[in-house]
Each structure stands twice: as C-alpha cells, then as structure tokens.
C-alpha cells in the first residue's frame, strides 16, 4: 500500500509548497500504516510495529528506483543528493506509519466478534 501510494503521489506530485509535501508524506504513512496494522492485527504495539515497517520498507523501494532514475538522468551529485535526503526522510516516514499501525490493529480488534460467554443450553 505504501509503495502504491508513494508512486501515486510521485506521479500526482509536481512541486509546489513544503506543507503540501508533508501532507503527502504524513498522508501516505498512515494510510500505509493503516492497512499493515489491519492486516498484521494483535495488539496495538504489534500493529503499530508492523505499520512503521511497512511504510519504511515501502518508502526504501521508492527511494532504491528515484535514486538510480535520478542517476541516469540528473547526474552523480544529483543522485547522491537524492539517496541522503532520502535516507534521512527514511526515519521519520516511520511515525505516521506506526501510528496509523496502531490504529488499523485497534480497528481490527474492535471489529472482531466476541465470543459468546455463558451457560450453555
């Protein structure tokens, strides 16, 4: 999910004004966060754990392809540029991540169903 919405927004994203570019960055960690906290499930500091990695890891495949897209094209000073401002941004991708993790973990052990308790018939 992170690396889908990261292309997206890559493709979407022209270039425009600082606050736009965290709310890109804060939109996609969580929304990333999210649904690997829902699917991962367990308890809300699993779900925020696994949230914060996917992201991470999603966010270091995109880096991986505009690092070496920008070698080609932009130059080694470029690219390099790109790899270390990438690399930085690597650790903070990973807050909303883990935070939209303990959410989708939370909603999803909110919606379980609970098990019946009491006599039997």
């Not at 994203?13 to 367990?42: D, M, P, Q, R």
């Not at 308890?43 to 990695?53: C, E, F, K, R």
């Not at 807050?95 to 009491?118: D, F, Y």
Request: charged letters at 5%.
């Amino acid at each position: 999910m992170t690396l889908a919405l990261g292309f997206i927004s890559g493709l979407v994203y022209v270039g425009s004004e600082a606050s736009v570019v965290l709310l890109y960055w804060g939109g996609i960690g969580l929304l990333g966060g999210l649904t690997a906290g829902y699917l991962a499930g367990g308890a809300v500091s699993s779900g925020a754990v696994h949230g914060g990695l996917a992201t991470v890891f999603g966010s270091l495949i995109l880096l991986a392809i505009v690092t070496v897209t920008s070698l080609l094209f932009g130059g080694l000073v470029a690219s390099f540029g790109v790899l270390v401002l990438g690399l930085l941004m690597l650790v903070f991708y990973a807050i909303p991540g883990a935070l939209g993790g303990a959410i989708g973990s939370w909603a999803k052990h909110r919606r379980a169903t609970p098990e019946p308790t009491g006599a039997r018939a």
